[in-house]
């Protein structure tokens, strides 16, 4: 049973090579775009790596790298074999190979489909890396003189500002932890003495913020300390007041923005999909179309293209069959190696075991 048959006059099958040849070469490009996108999106996830628990995330970029890597390659040669599907002596050297292209180029549709599916499942985990890094990044700000953590604090300055937020999950996260290194604490103080009694852990805890949440667009000067006293400050109300600080959290932000960084490569991906799919499908009826006219030996006759020759199930028969015969050529079978080497040894010293003959 022959599947989705078409009948290919000569003027088609060059049409058709001269379309797959073009097809390629944009599935090459966008192959080269795709792993640039990859790259870019691996270089800010390394970048804001501090702020982050795990580097599962990673793995679209790196998928996205390897797929535009071998988009590049297989679409290349694809180019090549319908450049030489019009020369009937030159076309029969890729049969072999064809097979392998076949499965590479299967193989790189289904990547692609997944880093789709990856780019929005993977958003709880980004989101649960980003929240428990930046905890992480919030109670070591203040130690700026502990070896592996001296530019958390301005790693976390520049996070802020960049991304217009504080906090993992609002200003409020900085009431929590001590943000203030020691060092930097006056122990005669009154006000130190008695905020450091009244917390359980020995904390210095303060209803401020660093000055990188605050917010230069605000038109009231910046309010970083004492937040939550009404009588601190003229004219405020801690609860009615529209602080000038950045109501967003640095975990919002950033999810939000690798989200988006994601979902912008979604068309790309999409496109690069249709066109393999498109290249696939086209280059197996020209393969079929030019082995039947070889087989015909007419060259301007009239040969049948197809998707499979037989059904799906004995397609997979024979692809097995085919795959195992091309594992034949790379396999070394030990013990018949091991076996004519002992031979060859055996006969090396039965020679020298023989008495040399008198001259």
Not at 52 to 70: C, K, S
Not at 73 to 91: H, I, K, M, P
């Amino acid at each position: 049973m022959v599947l989705l048959k078409i009948k290919f006059t000569q003027q088609r099958r060059v049409h058709l090579a001269q379309g797959l040849w073009l097809l390629s070469w944009t599935a090459v490009i966008w192959g080269a775009i795709i792993f640039c996108l990859g790259v870019y999106l691996k270089m800010e996830l390394l970048r804001r790596d501090e702020v982050m628990d795990n580097t599962e995330i990673h793995v679209v970029p790196n998928i996205l790298m390897i797929v535009g890597l071998a988009s590049i390659g297989t679409n290349w040669v694809a180019s090549c074999v319908c450049q030489d599907s019009l020369d009937a002596t030159r076309f029969p050297r890729w049969k072999v190979l064809l097979l392998g292209w076949f499965a590479v180029a299967a193989v790189l549709c289904c990547l692609l489909i997944s880093v789709v599916a990856l780019s929005f499942t993977l958003q709880g985990r980004l989101e649960e890396s980003l929240k428990v890094g930046l905890r992480n990044g919030i109670r070591f700000y203040k130690d700026t003189d502990v070896p592996g953590r001296c530019y958390q604090k301005e790693t976390i300055d520049r996070l802020q500002m960049e991304f217009r937020c504080c906090g993992n999950n609002n200003f409020k996260d900085w009431f929590e932890v001590q943000w203030v290194s020691s060092r930097y604490l006056n122990f005669t103080s009154k006000d130190v003495k008695d905020r450091i009694r009244s917390n359980v852990d020995g904390r210095y805890l303060l209803d401020g913020v660093p000055f990188s949440c605050c917010n230069p667009s605000s038109p009231r000067p910046c309010l970083r300390y004492t937040l939550t006293d009404n009588n601190a400050h003229f004219n405020y109300e801690y609860q009615s007041e529209e602080l000038n600080l950045y109501s967003r959290g640095c975990r919002q932000a950033l999810t939000d923005y690798y989200m988006e960084l994601m979902n912008s490569t979604g068309p790309g991906v999409l496109s690069v999909i249709l066109i393999q799919m498109s290249v696939l499908l086209g280059m197996r009826y020209l393969q079929t179309a030019v082995e039947g006219i070889m087989a015909l030996e007419d060259p301007e006759g009239e040969s049948d293209g197809f998707l499979l020759e037989k059904g799906v199930k004995e397609t997979m028969e024979d692809l097995k069959v085919k795959a195992l015969i091309m594992l034949q050529f790379w396999l070394v079978d030990p013990i018949a190696t091991e076996g004519s080497s002992e031979d060859a040894d055996l006969e090396k010293a039965e020679k020298e075991a023989s008495p040399t003959p008198a001259s």
